[in-house]
């Protein structure tokens, strides 16, 4: 069974940089996707960015300027880093691993998420 | 970017009933159409992918049907364990989005 963990801090300063890390166990993340996605308290769901098993990244536009996906695959761990915050970044952030190698694309395994609060 | 909308944006209904809900894209996205549950403090669980195949462990209850741009989720006798928000998701384009969900309260 596939279990995925955020991690990082909760509390994050105005003009910093958010950093969160996913550790992966039940599965390589030498294969499929592994993706970003946040939820503002009491809103919406916002696909942040996607990295795949080879290394490869994609982003949303809108956040693109900001953020960085990358993996790290003897940890078997992928990150998000996410620069220059304001309030509005205030967010569940989960990661998840998602299906989309030659076929369709979703999000099939989540982490449990994780609280940021941007705030001075 | 694709712009998802689900109507209604809330519900009311008892155990028992058929619930439909309706997502509508700005754009035809073929097939590409994800649903996902998710209930309070909770990360959402992917119900439904490609519009209709039923992800494993899913109740057979739940269903999906569309094309294009018009798409429903459809419970076919709702359960006490089935009031949540649904949202939907395409994965035709980048960036990949959701609806705005739709939330399915108690009568």
């Known amino acids: 069974q596939v279990q995925l963990q955020e991690s990082g801090p909760g509390l994050v300063k105005p003009s910093e940089t958010l950093s969160l890390t996913c550790t992966v166990s039940g599965g390589s993340i030498s294969s499929y996707y592994w993706s970003w996605i946040r939820q503002p308290p009491g809103k919406g769901l916002e696909w942040i960015g996607d990295i795949s098993y080879s290394g490869s990244t994609s982003y949303n536009p809108s956040l693109k300027s900001r953020v960085t996906i990358s993996g790290d695959t003897s940890k078997n761990q992928f990150s998000l880093k996410l620069s220059f915050v304001t309030a509005a970044d205030t967010a569940v952030y989960y990661c998840?691993?998602?299906?989309?190698?030659?076929?369709?694309?979703?999000?099939?395994?989540w982490g449990q998420g994780t609280l940021v609060t941007v705030s001075s | 970017d694709i712009q998802m909308t689900q109507s209604p944006s809330s519900l009311s209904a008892s155990v028992g009933d058929r619930v439909t809900i309706t997502c509508r894209a700005s754009?035809?996205?073929?097939?590409?159409l994800n649903w996902y549950q998710q209930k309070p403090g909770k990360a959402p669980k992917l119900l439904i992918y490609d519009t209709s195949s039923l992800q494993s462990g899913v109740p057979s209850r739940f269903s999906g049907s569309g094309s294009g741009t018009d798409f429903t989720l459809t419970i076919s006798s709702l359960q006490p364990e089935d009031f949540a928000t649904y949202y939907c998701q395409q994965s035709y384009s980048t960036p990949k989005t959701f609806g705005q969900g739709t939330k399915v309260e108690i009568k």
């Open positions: 998840a691993r998602t299906r989309g190698l030659g076929g369709p694309y979703y999000f099939d395994y």
């Open positions: 754009q035809s996205i073929s097939s590409y």
